[in-house]
């Protein structure tokens, strides 16, 4: 079975907010060699309510990947508790909080040549192949569910009234719409993007698979975040960006 050399990086940037309520964090388990998590999750709800959102997100999946081993569960199980968790404790939280916290999961999984992601709200994964775009996920907003239903003109005026309100999202005063994804069979050169909308909202797809393509992963997130800084003009959101590309295993030199 084909395994590669992981070259990620995490890149994140307060924007033009007084708080940085965005976490973004690639966790590796010692219970599973191999196995990496990367995840963005975008926190709404007050100063204090969206942080405490995207604080529980991340910690949650740090306490269930770690003590994750190949006989606990699938990682699609593990998935999918990692965001009843998350949205559980969230509601529990909003009580405290100065307004109804909520955040976004952006949550992608590699071991070997496998990838499975889980996305709910409007922070996005992108799945770039040879340049090319395979996977986007679809934000859940207001204005695409319009869409979606056909109702063009209305989600043209959601987009631009509504863009921030969310059909799900961990915390939300109902179930959240979970949406998994997976690929089997992984190759040399695959990239993924995890983004916060704070990034992702100055780009086309081909411009992000332009920039990923051509420098390594640390310097493409330093010039996402210059590039979108300088498009927002001053009025930028947080902005958290995680890049994963999939490099072929460095030979061994085999002595005699």
């Known amino acids: ?104 999961l952006c949550a992608l999984i590699i071991k070997k040549n496998y990838a499975i992601w889980a996305h709910a709200g409007d922070s996005r994964l992108y799945f770039f192949r040879n340049r090319r775009l395979l996977h986007r996920t679809e934000d859940h907003t207001y204005a695409e569910q319009l869409r979606l239903e056909g109702r063009h003109e209305d989600a043209d005026l959601a987009a631009g009234r509504y863009k921030n309100i969310l059909v799900s999202a961990l915390g939300i005063n109902k179930k959240p719409r979970i949406v998994i994804g997976e690929e089997n069979a992984l190759r040399e050169g695959d990239m993924f993007l995890l983004a916060s909308d704070g990034l992702w909202a100055y780009f086309e797809d081909d411009e992000l698979s332009e920039i990923l393509y051509s420098e390594a992963p640390r310097e493409a997130s330093e010039r996402l975040i210059s590039l979108a800084r300088e498009r927002a003009e001053g009025r930028g959101d947080n902005l958290s960006v995680v890049i994963i590309r999939l490099d072929p295993q460095p030979r061994q030199v085999v002595r005699r």
């Open 1 to 104: 079975m084909s395994s590669f050399k992981v070259n990620a990086c995490v890149a994140q940037h307060i924007g033009d907010r007084q708080e940085q309520q965005d976490r973004a964090a690639i966790i590796t388990s010692p219970r599973n060699p191999g196995a990496m998590l990367a995840i963005v999750a975008d926190g709404m709800g007050g100063r204090t309510g969206g942080r405490l959102a995207s604080d529980q997100v991340v910690s949650t999946a740090e306490n269930l990947f770690k003590d994750m081993t190949d006989r606990d569960s699938t990682f699609r199980d593990m998935l999918l508790h990692l965001a009843a968790e998350a949205h559980t404790v969230i509601r529990l939280t909003a009580i405290a909080a100065e307004k109804e916290p909520h955040s976004t």
